[in-house]
């Protein structure tokens, strides 16, 4: 369909048609927690797992975990990141960058290495 044709289309529509089109879009809907809880668990583990969930496959306590310790690995995921830009920014500012860097991630790379 072209654009003057849907355009011909939407002129056409009856006021009644408006109305109703208006009513649905200004309603606020309701969003219950259930139903915030069940799109975070779909986006943070797929439509499958949200499947599961609605098929009695995965249970409420497990779903509530698996979201709870998604969220503190998210959190850790944060910090590290805020941490990374901590010692950027720190060694940059530094007179001596190379070695401030070092300084600071020493206990990164140890922690890093493998134990052999």
Do not use: C
């Not at 439509?47 to 979201?67: F, P």
């Amino acid at each position: 369909m072209t654009p003057a044709e849907r355009q011909a289309e939407l002129d056409n529509i009856s006021a009644e048609d408006l109305e109703k089109v208006r009513r649905i879009t200004e309603n606020n809907i309701k969003v219950e927690i259930e139903d915030l809880l069940l799109a975070e668990f779909a986006i943070r583990f797929g439509w499958q797992a949200y499947r599961d969930v609605q098929a009695d496959l995965v249970s409420s306590k497990e779903m509530m975990t698996l979201l709870a310790a998604s969220r503190k690995l998210e959190l850790a995921e944060i910090y590290r990141n805020a941490q990374a830009a901590l010692i950027g920014a720190g060694s940059a500012q530094s007179k001596k960058p190379s070695q401030t860097f070092s300084s600071m991630t020493k206990k990164i790379i140890k922690g890093a290495e493998a134990d052999t």
